[in-house]
């Protein structure tokens, strides 16, 4: 067995010793690295050690021509200035002895991931933007006690690092070296330095009243030192280890840029605590406020649950990521911005939303970077929704419920609510009087509808293909005079529907495609009905027509309506509908006298079980009943009080009893 043990460690010692090529070079002449390597050793070597003089060339061939690279000590060499473009920056051509150029071993699009480990030069004083940029596999880096200067982005997205230690010499750091280091827990400044210092893996300003880096992967709350006046750009920036409070003090005078999200990515953060005696800033429910609490400067992006901002706020300054809501109130009274944006991670969770109609207005809709989250309902609590905000609301098409009953829209607009498919219920504003061109259309799966009594104006295909929507209810006292063409084009699940009066006109195919449409009310007010206006309505069994004198039709109005449904119409004019063009097609015209009459007779009960139809007090009663193009599927005369009749598939019947006729719908 111990035979075994150690022949398996021999072979593990063996791969290792393999799998690292160790190479060590001096250059007596800076530029040549490329030269003095073999094609071989540029796709082998892991571990460099450089002597001598190096430049900008001779980075780049470390960055690009050796692909295995890990480990790299040049900490003697001495980098010489180089003018030319074969550096490491395209389209570069100038660069500065001691300096490690820009991009030396990254770049935005990409970095050197096989790195690992780098001792710089010594005589290093500065290093260039982006410098390790990307470089993730980075552990371990150690900064020469000659650096003065980092530029930009130096380590930006290096998340393998986790330490680092600024020495004494260095006097000036650009913006954002440590953004995207992940797993950085702690930056530590050599308590000599004379511009910068740290505190518990946090680095200040040397008097430690400015916080200029928070590092990402410090994990758990943090209280802000008492001496801190002021929190830089960015200093928070991607924080996503910093969880629960973060509690800021009496001191606190500023955030820079306070308006360009300083709290971005701080996914836990929980919570904002102010020191009461603050004299710039508050906190209420966790949120950060100015003392007034007429803004909210920053939200916290772990914060979970329902939020109502409170009425005092007049304006957002920041709210960047409400991610972990799952309800948002915004007051109706807000006058300023109220734009939120929900761009961090994929954790969305805000299923509703109240918020004015300014909010609709003002969101960049068409920037990529904003995720959308999975609405349930919309309640837009004030103004006008206009078309630009109806195009960004119908970007959330999870939403089942909006309601519009607060705004001040008299119009809808053109498309407002276009192909919402999944929404339900929709509450229309209570002084709208028209609805445009498709503003309800494709609404699949609506259940139906409540129109205000302000309305005027149904426009064309206004709610065409709301094919789940089965009750269109009007409001008491309608102002409706307009029913234009295609406005409830194929509505398949419509039921029923009694038109106000008022209308004159139903416009061509207005309710083309009806099928399930049973009882029809037609107002004395109609006087046309054009082409195709109840065309395909196959399931009607009771039209009602109020009218005296015939409304006008045309041979196609009730074409492929079933000519054996009932029309009640005046008793007066009973002969004049007999003969009128369109109507006369109808077989069974009766005085609206008599359909009240059978229903006043009307003593049996029926119910509908699945697939089984139960009538009772129907003994000695004829029962028929017939498929929607008159076929006859069952006839009896009821032998007892309660029968049962049995149907094989779904659809729409037509029941009589004695000649009284009722439309079945078994579904």
């Known amino acids: 067995m111990k035979k075994l043990i150690h022949f398996c460690l021999f072979t593990l010692f063996v791969v290792a010793a393999f799998s690292q090529v160790t190479k060590t070079i001096n250059l ?342 904003i995720l959308f989250p999975p609405l349930d309902t919309v309640k837009i609590n004030s103004g006008n929704l206009t078309a630009y905000g109806s195009a960004f609301l119908r970007l959330f098409q999870t939403i089942k419920k909006l309601d519009l009953s607060q705004t001040t829209n008299t119009t809808l607009p053109k498309s407002a609510l276009l192909d919402l498919g999944e929404l339900e219920e929709l509450i229309l504003p209570a002084g709208l009087t028209s609805l445009s061109y498709k503003s309800v259309a494709e609404c699949a799966s609506l259940k139906s509808i409540n129109i205000p009594a302000s309305v005027t104006e149904i426009g064309m295909r206004a709610f065409e293909n709301c094919r789940s929507m089965k009750n269109v209810i009007f409001a008491p006292n309608s102002e409706l005079k307009i029913i234009d063409k295609w406005a409830f084009y194929a509505c398949h699940g419509l039921q029923d529907i009694t038109i106000p009066n008022g209308v004159t006109t139903v416009g061509d195919g207005a309710f083309w495609g009806c099928e399930y449409l049973s009882d029809l009310t037609l107002p004395s007010s109609v006087q046309k009905i054009n082409d195709n206006g109840f065309d395909g309505c196959i399931g009607l069994s009771k039209i009602k027509v109020e009218a005296t004198i015939p409304p006008v039709v045309s041979a196609k109005t009730f074409n492929r309506v079933n000519k054996n449904a009932s029309l009640y119409v005046p008793d007066a004019s009973l002969t004049m509908y007999k003969n009128a063009f369109g109507w006369k097609d109808f077989f069974n015209i009766k005085g609206i006298s008599t359909q009240v009459q059978e229903l006043e007779e009307l003593s049996y009960g029926i119910r509908i079980i699945d697939r089984n139809i139960e009538i009772t007090n129907a003994k000695g009663s004829k029962i028929n009943v017939y498929d929607i193009s008159g076929r006859v599927l069952f006839t009896k005369t009821a032998a007892q009080d309660s029968e049962n009749i049995q149907l094989s598939n779904k659809g729409i019947y037509l029941l009589s009893i004695d000649g009284f006729n009722r439309k079945i719908i078994v579904d």
């Open 28 to 369: 007596t002449t800076a530029g040549t690295l490329s030269s003095l390597l073999t094609a071989n050793e540029k796709t082998t070597v892991t571990d460099l050690t450089l002597t001598g003089s190096i430049d900008a060339r001779d980075v780049k061939c470390m960055r690009d021509e050796m692909t295995k690279l890990a480990v790299i000590d040049i900490s003697t060499v001495k980098i010489e200035s180089y003018e030319g473009y074969g550096g490491t920056k395209a389209g570069s051509n100038g660069y500065y002895e001691n300096y490690l150029p820009e991009n030396s071993f990254g770049d935005w699009d990409r970095g050197k991931t096989s790195l690992t480990n780098i001792k710089l030069p010594t005589s290093l004083t500065s290093i260039g933007d982006d410098a390790f940029n990307n470089c993730i596999g980075l552990t371990s880096i150690i900064i020469p006690l000659n650096v003065t200067y980092f530029s930009n982005y130096v380590f930006y997205g290096c998340s393998g690092l986790t330490t680092i230690n600024i020495p004494a010499s260095v006097s000036s750091i650009e913006n954002n070296i440590f953004y995207g280091c992940t797993n950085l827990s702690s930056i530590t400044v050599d308590p000599t330095n004379t511009e910068y210092s740290s505190l518990a893996g946090v680095m200040f300003d040397k008097s430690q009243t400015a916080l200029i880096r928070y590092p990402e992967g410090k994990k758990g709350g943090y209280t802000i030192p008492s001496t801190v006046k002021e929190i830089q750009r960015n200093a928070f920036n991607g924080c996503a280890g910093l969880s629960g409070s973060l509690t800021i003090p009496i001191s606190l005078l500023s955030i820079d840029e306070i308006d360009q999200f300083p709290f971005y990515g701080c996914t836990g953060l929980a919570a904002f605590e102010v020191d009461v005696l603050n004299p710039f800033f508050s906190s209420k429910d966790g949120v950060l406020f100015n003392k007034t609490q007429t803004e909210i400067l920053a939200f916290p992006a772990g914060k979970t649950g329902s939020y109502v901002v409170p009425s005092t706020v007049t304006n957002f300054v920041n709210v960047s990521d409400i991610s972990g809501l799952s309800a948002l109130t915004i007051p109706g009274t807000i006058s300023g911005n109220c734009v939120f944006e929900i761009n961090v991670g994929g954790n969305l969770n805000l299923r509703y939303l109240e918020a004015p109609a300014k909010y609709f207005e003002e969101s960049p809709w068409d920037d990529d970077a």
